[in-house]
């Protein structure tokens, strides 16, 4: 007899940034799930069996948002198995870059564009408010190393 695991089922969650055509950062898009749990959730899925994540987060968010998505990081892997409350789940996070409107499709009953500083991380489903919380942290550091980092000191 062949042993069979039994594992999280794996999943993907998208932090889509929306940039204008000027490269203007404009917002992320949340949506409004259509099945329960209900309620505003970050765009996601479950990954295919034969399927990459990657490949996964970029057909998910085609088809909940409607937008075409390039990856630009690993936000990172969250496993709490309190996470779904239907069961156990990892989810893995990536921070994504699109332009356009986001029209909800599938699985979201609506799609929306944010600015972060609008966010209300209480009003997420699942632990989708901790996975802003992480990318909020993730800006901020990103802006301060932007001024650590950049030539604003001279040397004498």
Known sequence: MSFIP??????????????D??????????????????GLALP???????ESVEDAVIR????EISLDVKIVKLLGVYSDPSRDPRFHTA??????????????????KE???????????DKLV???GKILEDY????????LSHYTSSNTTQQF
């Not at 089922?9 to 940034?17: F, K, Q, R, S």
């Not at 996601?44 to 034969?50: A, E």
């Not at 909020?136 to 802006?143: A, E, G, R, T, V």
């Open 44 to 50: 996601g899925g479950f990954v295919d069996v034969g």
């Open 136 to 143: 909020k942290l993730f800006l901020s550091d990103k802006i």
């Open 6 to 19: 039994k594992t999280p089922y794996l999943t993907t969650d998208g932090i889509v940034e929306i940039y």
């Open 60 to 63: 998910e968010m085609k088809e």
């Open 111 to 121: 799609a929306m564009l944010v600015k972060v500083e609008d966010l209300e991380l």
């Open 21 to 38: 055509e000027d490269e203007n950062f404009q917002g992320i898009v949340l949506i409004q799930r259509k099945n329960p749990p209900l």
């Open 126 to 128: 699942f632990d989708h």
């Open 91 to 108: 989810s893995v996070v990536y921070i994504c870059k699109a332009y356009g409107q986001p029209v909800g499709a599938d699985d979201a």
